[in-house]
């Protein structure tokens, strides 16, 4: 199985790698909640999917942070075909 790596926009234009571990923020980007949520607080959006979709994520220092690689497999798993 190849694995690309995962790359987000960085607000220039440009795109960079993400990195093994998301913050929040990179996260909101990662599954771009921007362009598909009409909530205005996206802190709301990934406590939802925390809560009611299990998103996985590990707290190094009481900060939630969100491996890349059990992300992309969670979107796998969540994925539905037509539905």
Known sequence: MLITPAVSPNGNGEFALCPELLT????VIFLRI????????YHNVI??????????????CGKPLYPI????????EKTTNGR
């Open 69 to 76: 690689e059990a992300v992309r497999k969670w979107i796998e």
């Open 47 to 60: 406590e939802n999917l925390k809560r009611m979709h299990d998103l996985p994520r590990i707290h190094i």
């Open 24 to 27: 929040e923020e990179e996260l």
């Open 34 to 41: 921007p362009h598909i949520s009409n909530s205005k607080n």
